[in-house]
């Protein structure tokens, strides 16, 4: 009786851990990762205002800040990769569809690479 009350009592498979819980994300967070995918898009927007019209290029603090929106989305994102934006789109999945939504744009292509690299590092769970 005494090992029933220890180990609990049913079919479940003692030798798997309890699934993980998505990680919520504060709302703090979900600000945070607007404002990150703001300066992303911002930075593209100029890059390619920036073929027609030199003078539109991002300036080097410009640059900075968007590539440092990049680091700060995917340190995010490796954090609580399953941390829900919406109903049914973790982190995880944001991250993509940025990079996704890069594809085939005039933006600079070291923005991509950075968040290509930044998801290839988010173990899948």
């Given at each position: 009786?005494?090992s029933?009350?220890?180990?609990?009592c049913?079919?479940?498979?003692?030798d798997?851990?309890?699934?993980?819980?998505?990680?919520?994300?504060?709302?703090?967070e979900r600000?945070l990762?607007?404002?990150?995918?703001?300066?992303?898009?911002?930075?593209c927007?100029?890059?390619?205002?920036?073929?027609?019209?030199?003078?539109?290029?991002?300036?080097?603090?410009?640059?900075?800040?968007?590539?440092?929106?990049?680091?700060?989305?995917?340190?995010?994102?490796?954090?609580?990769?399953?941390g829900?934006?919406?109903?049914?789109?973790?982190?995880?999945?944001?991250?993509?569809?940025?990079?996704?939504?890069?594809?085939?744009?005039?933006c600079?292509?070291?923005m991509?690479?950075?968040?290509?690299?930044a998801?290839?590092?988010?173990?899948?769970?």
């Amino acid at each position: 009786m005494l090992s029933a009350a220890l180990f609990g009592c049913g079919g479940g498979d003692s030798d798997s851990p309890p699934a993980a819980s998505p990680s919520p994300l504060t709302d703090t967070e979900r600000r945070l990762v607007a404002t990150y995918e703001g300066r992303i898009q911002e930075h593209c927007v100029r890059v390619a205002r920036s073929l027609a019209d030199p003078n539109a290029a991002p300036s080097p603090g410009q640059q900075r800040r968007a590539f440092e929106a990049a680091d700060a989305l995917g340190a995010l994102a490796a954090r609580k990769p399953t941390g829900e934006i919406d109903v049914g789109q973790d982190l995880r999945l944001f991250l993509s569809d940025v990079i996704e939504n890069l594809e085939g744009s005039n933006c600079d292509p070291r923005m991509r690479a950075r968040l290509d690299q930044a998801l290839r590092a988010i173990p899948v769970e």
